[in-house]
Every structure is written in C-alpha cells, then in structure tokens.
C-alpha cells in the first residue's frame, strides 16, 4: 500500500507539525492576518478561498499553542443499512451448506419444543426434503461453478436449473455486499475499540526561537480498563537537532541491544543532529522553501467553487455528524468557511504536490535524487534474496542444513538431468551466504541503526516517498465520499481552528465505499500560556533539552559498536525480537 505522502502532510495535525516545522527554519519575523469586518461573514466563494489561504499562510509565521484531537467512526456500517443488501449468506460458495444448517437447526427446535427427538418416525419427510434439497444445491452449485470458470463450448456446458442459475447468478453479483456477521463485527469494533480510543497531538511553536514541540498521545478509556501512553517531541531548529524522550524507548534497547544500559537513559531525552553534513549544503533550507513554495501554489489552485461560509449553527446539521466534544469546541467562533472536495480530487491534489516538490529537489540536487532512486532500484530482490531474508530469522547453521538436506532431497528423487542438483556444493553456498548478507552475520545493531539516522539516508527516504507518491496509481472512490474542511474564524479574521473529515483511508491508496471509517480532525489554535508547562508529564528540569539531561544517539551507538563483549548483532537482534513475537502469539491463542 502506497501512502499519498502530501494526503498526509496537509492533513490538520500534520500541518501543524510538519509544515509549522517548515516555517520555524525560514521565517525571520512575524506577521499577523489582515483584519476581516464582520460584516464581510457571508463572502463569495473566491473570497472564502482567499481568506483561507491567507490564514494557512499566516501561521507559517504566528506564535501559538495547538492541539489536535482525532477520533474514528466506523458506523456507516452497521447503521442507517437497507436490509435489501444485507447479504443473508457469506458468499455463493457456502449458500448450501450455511442454507442447509439453517434449515436442520429450525428443525430442531421445533422437534424440541413439542418434546420429540429428531429422529421420532414424524420428522422422516422434512429430514429427507432437507437431504434431497441439500444434494440438489450441491450438484447444481458444482456444475455452475465449472459453467463459470471453465472454457466449455455451448453444448458441453454442464446442465445447471434455472432457478439454481439464477440464484448463484445474483448472489455472485452481490459478493461486496455486507453479511449479518460483518455487521455484527463493526458494531464490536466501534463499541470496544473506535469509542473508547482518542488520539491527541499539542505543543507549542515558535519561529523566531526555531522551537517546536510535540506531544503525540494515545488514550483508551472503557468501565475497566484505562490505558494512555504519550511521546514527547522537541524540535531545536535553529541547531538542527531533534529530541525524542527516552522512556518508551529504553526498554526495548535494554532488551535488544544494550544489555549494560540499566536506568542510564531515566528522565532523558535522545538527540538526534539532523545537521550532520552528510547532506549538500543548504538542503534543509531548500527543502523548506520548496515545501512552502509548493504548498502555496496548490492552495491558489483550489477550486474556488468548492469553498463557501457557514454560519457556526449549521455545524451541527452537518453529516456525517462532528463527534460532540469536537463540536462544542467549534461552535464558538464568529463563522466557519467549508470546502469540500471529492476523494479523488483530493487524493490527485497530494500527488500532484509530492510531484511538484520532487521536481523540485530534482532540479537542486539531480546527484542526491539519482542516488535515491537507485538505491530503490537495489531494494528489488528475486526469490533467492526473499530466502535469504527468511534465513535471517533463523540460525545460520541449522537453516543451511535445512537447505542441504532439502537439495540432497530433490536431486536424489529427481527424474532430471539437471546438472545444477549434481553440482550442488553446500560450503561454497554456505560461503556465499555469509559473504553476501554479513549484514545478518556480522554487523552490530548498533551500526545498521546509525546508519539509517544519519541525515543522507533520511532524505533519500523522503525522495523515494515522494516518487512513489506522485507516481502511484489511485483507485477510483465511491462519488458519496467527501474530505471536508472546516475553518473557524473570530469577527477579526483570526483562525481559530481548522477541522477535517474524511474517509480514513483517503491518506492511503485503498478502495473506499460508502461504509469506510471516518476520521474526525480537530486542531485549535491559542496564545502560548507561560504558565504552562510545554510536557505535563516531565519533570521541571527536563522541559527543554540540553547537554545534561540528554544523551546524544550517534555517539551511543558508536560506543555501543566498540564494546564488543555487549554489542548485538543486527541477525542476534531480530532473532530475539523474532522469539518475543512468537512467544506474544502463543500466549494470545
């Protein structure tokens, strides 16, 4: 599955963390919105739209504390269904059977409320009916299928009744139809798993202190269980260093990796110098203005009719309908401007920017791009690359014995001639296998992980994204399907809060119907409150990072790598994380 990687960037949480990032490294002052008289509230499309942009383009610039609450639904479902398509089977393959079970069972209960077995001499008839109907679904349902899928010439084509043809005719034509089961199934995941979960994301921006900070946060609340974990993000612009809190991490290097670390990383934050020279000179910058440039011209080429105001009390009439806690909050602005855009256009408008702003790197840096691409040219691998992968997660030792005694095997039950099982030579594949893929064998875990942090490597990560992005091919949504913006301004023009609804799966290449899960996007925007801490949950001294509380990662994994008695081998460490997964699954069964 293909992500639209700008789907994602100019969602609502991702514009408030990635492109306010964008910002922080190139705005040198700020700058505020025009002021907006309120009796300018019922604007025309084209203005709507431009008041919008202005207001996007602003907050490149303001100062300002946010929060981003998102929230799924999956209701279309099982609610508002016409029982009409509702299919009363699984599929056309199971009808005789689940038919015939269905039959049986009600005819069991009725032997059982007249206090008679099944088998008393008065059920013979119905229990025979049942068997002859049962055998003549079957061999009708065999000869159809055959009349399906095999090339039969008119007068061979096996002989099928009418009313079983046309039966398993239109069952096949509704195999997208939901069952009862399925129905049942997404009542359970809506009740046990979308009510109960909240995705947060707040911090703080600041582009003239080249500061952002980032609080993702998950919490699932039902009568018994409470559960909530969090990740606290601190971007240092202006150093170019990133800062990731340590905790959620530290237990896995311990297991993983590090078997001397103890407490060593308690109530510390890891840094990550984003500005290590790997890269050209001035790419980040270049990076930034690209993205602003990009994102500006595709908001001027929004669709004009798609925009219009709203008063703030038609918010509530909306469908589908803003979760309720999401709406209190939105209800207090001045009026809101909507756009609305189909699914496919809106999935084109992420293409068309990863395309711009690949053209754009592209026309920067041709060697860095050329690099990238032909690095994602080496990722394709034929099957014996897939069997090496494979032999990764097993010993060496035992996993090329399997190998030879699989190839003894064939070559001694072979009819062939075929020389390459006669020559077969298990050490020189052993050799091979060790030479080509020391990676599994010799590398630390340590040195394949700086690796894939260092600063190159991230940006041709993000080149290849961006080339998958503008070169995927999209499916065709369901035309009902609509992404929804909303933003909500006070009398002066102020952006408040912006809101997005959507098909979940409209970020991703997917299919979509009518019956996909939404997801509910909320940002609000306010003045940065002193008063307040930037982590609620860290300590005073652990606020902002600096050289004590917080332990550079490339300098770790480089002495990490030379303690030779406590380095891991990257094959050592997904052995491990291999085990611990099939342990996880054996408990869950």
Same mark, same amino acid.
């Given at each position: ?138 061999? !009708? ?12 010439? %008119? ?143 595709? !908001? ?62 592209? %026309? ?96 041709? %990560? ?8 503008? !070169? ?82 490339? %300098? ?34």
């Amino acid at each position: 599955m293909n992500t639209s990687f700008f789907a994602l960037w100019s969602s609502a949480p991702y514009r408030v963390g990635a492109m306010l990032v964008a910002g922080s490294l190139v705005i040198t002052g700020c700058q505020t919105t025009r002021s907006m008289q309120p009796s300018q509230t019922t604007a025309i499309p084209a203005q709507a739209k431009d008041r919008v942009n202005a207001a996007l383009k602003a907050q490149y610039r303001k100062s300002m504390s946010y929060h981003s609450n998102i929230e799924f639904n999956n209701r279309a479902k099982f609610t508002a269904i016409d029982p009409k398509t509702i299919s009363t089977v699984s599929s056309v393959y199971s009808y005789c059977e689940e038919t015939h079970d269905a039959a049986y069972i009600k005819l069991l209960k009725q032997a059982e409320a007249a206090g008679l077995e099944i088998d008393d001499a008065r059920y013979d008839t119905p229990r025979q009916s049942l068997e002859q109907t049962y055998v003549a679904c079957e061999r !009708n349902y065999s000869a159809w299928q055959q009349n399906q899928y095999d090339d039969y010439a %008119a007068d061979e084509k096996q002989a099928v009744s009418p009313y079983y043809q046309d039966l398993f005719d239109r069952m096949e034509a509704r195999e997208d139809m939901l069952s009862k089961e399925e129905i049942e199934s997404a009542k359970a995941t809506y009740e046990q798993w979308y009510k109960p979960l909240s995705v947060n994301v707040q911090g703080v921006y600041q582009p003239l202190a080249g500061k952002l900070t980032v609080l993702p946060s998950a919490q699932y609340d039902t009568r018994n269980h409470h559960t909530s974990i969090s990740q606290p993000l601190y971007l240092d612009a202006k150093s170019g260093n990133l800062y990731l809190w340590a905790d959620n991490v530290a237990i896995l290097n311990s297991k993983f990796m590090d078997k001397k670390l103890g407490t060593q990383w308690q109530n510390k934050w890891l840094k990550l110098s984003l500005n290590d020279g790997s890269l050209p000179k001035g790419f980040g910058r270049t990076l930034i203005k690209s993205h602003l440039s990009v994102s500006e011209r595709m !908001n001027a080429r929004a669709d004009s009719a798609s925009f219009k105001t709203l008063p703030t009390t038609a918010l509530a009439a909306l469908t589908p309908k803003i979760p309720a806690h999401q709406l209190s909050v939105m209800q207090h602005s001045d009026y809101v401007i909507a756009q609305t855009q189909s699914v496919d256009a809106y999935r084109q408008t992420g293409k068309e920017m990863s395309a711009l702003l690949f053209n754009e790197l592209k %026309a920067a840096y041709p060697e860095l791009v050329a690099e990238a691409l032909a690095e994602a040219d080496s990722y394709d691998y034929d099957d014996e690359g897939a069997v090496a992968e494979a032999i990764a997660f097993d010993d060496s030792e035992s996993a090329m014995a399997t190998l030879e005694a699989t190839a003894d095997a064939e070559a001694e039950g072979s009819d062939s001639d075929d020389e390459a099982y006669r020559a077969y030579d298990a050490d020189a594949e052993r050799d091979a296998y060790n030479d080509d893929d020391s990676d599994y064998t010799e590398k630390t875990a340590a040195t394949y992980i700086a690796e894939k942090l260092d600063g190159a490597y991230l940006a041709k %990560a993000l080149i290849r994204m961006l080339d998958g992005s503008r !070169n995927v091919e999209l499916p065709t949504a369901d035309s009902s399907l609509k992404v929804q913006k909303l933003y909500g301004f006070d009398k002066q023009g102020n952006l408040l809060w912006m809101h997005m609804q959507s098909p979940a799966g409209a970020f991703v290449d997917k299919a979509l119907d009518s019956t996909s899960t939404i997801a509910d996007i909320l940002t609000t925007y306010s003045r940065i409150d002193r008063s307040q801490k930037d982590f609620p949950n860290l300590p005073t001294g652990a606020q902002t990072p600096n050289a004590q509380n917080s332990v550079d990662i490339k %300098a770790y994994l480089e002495a990490l790598d030379e303690d030779k008695d406590n380095a891991q081998t990257l094959e050592g460490m997904r052995m491990r994380l291999f085990s611990m997964m099939m342990m996880a699954s054996a408990m869950t069964r």
